[in-house]
T-cell receptor, first 112, second 114 residues
Framework: EDKVVQSPLSLVVHEGDTVTLNCSYE??????LLWYKQEKKAPTFLFML????IEKKSGRLSSILDKKELFSILNITATQTGDSAIYLC????????????FGAGTQVVVTP | EPEVTQTPSHQVTQMGQEVILRCVPI?????FYWYRQILGQKVEFLVS????????KSEIFDDQFSVERPDGSNFTLKIRSTKLEDSAMYFC????????????FGEGSRLTVL
């Protein structure tokens, strides 16, 4: 059975800290892995990773994929209170265009 | 910035009633989806829709569910006879053809079945 597992489930950090979120997967026919940020309602897209070892960056956020060890990490440096959210990892298989399989998410709380 | 819009934001209904959730996908997108998230659980895929037909559906998407694109802009999810366990946040999403593959989600419609 396909699985997407995120860790930790939740964490609390102080502003300015660095956060590392993990997503491991066991999915047949892997095509890509996506990261979303869910603040109140709509998941908003952060990154899509298809190839191993290529870091994607957007401001203070970065992510990388390891297709050999079947995991991805999402890093947030110099965290701000606005980074407080649930971060979702999702995997897209090759035999489907839009059927994402989501992990349970990691809830990040950044305190002032 | 274009966005996916959903209505209603919250609907309360009695068990057994029919519900229609509406979505306006981003205008140049051609793939449409419904996902749901039961409180405290993972976001789950329900159905994908392309070229006026269902392209894929999950085991959750049984005969009580249907989708439709009644005109050039709306995409609807109908639940024929709601059950208590249908209470969830329902997300509509869309993606463009030939894009990089990310889905753009709406704000969601919270359905509460009493």
């Amino acid at each position: 059975e396909d699985k997407v597992v995120q860790s930790p489930l939740s964490l609390v950090v102080h502003e300015g800290d660095t956060v590392t979120l993990n997503c491991s997967y066991e999915v047949t026919n892997f095509r890509s892995l996506l990261w979303y940020k869910q603040e109140k309602k709509a998941p908003t897209f952060l990154f899509m990773l298809t190839s191993s070892g290529i870091e994607k960056k957007s401001g203070r956020l970065s992510s990388i994929l390891d297709k050999k060890e079947l995991f991805s990490i999402l890093n947030i440096t110099a965290t701000q209170t606005g980074d407080s959210a649930i971060y979702l990892c999702a995997v897209k298989p090759t035999d489907s265009w839009g059927k994402l399989q989501f992990g349970a998410g990691t809830q990040v709380v950044v305190t002032p | 910035e274009p966005e996916v819009t959903q209505t209603p934001s919250h609907q309360v209904t009695q068990m057994g009633q029919e519900v229609i959730l509406r979505c306006v996908p981003i205008s140049n997108h051609l793939y449409f989806y419904w996902y749901r998230q039961i409180l405290g659980q993972k976001v789950e895929f329900l159905v994908s829709f392309y070229n006026n037909e269902i392209s894929e559906k999950s085991e959750i998407f049984d005969d009580q569910f249907s989708v439709e694109r009644p005109d050039g802009s709306n995409f609807t999810l109908k639940i024929r006879s709601t059950k208590l366990e249908d209470s969830a946040m329902y997300f509509c999403a869309s993606s463009p053809i030939g894009g990089t593959g990310e889905l753009f989600f709406g704000e969601g419609s919270r359905l509460t079945v009493l």
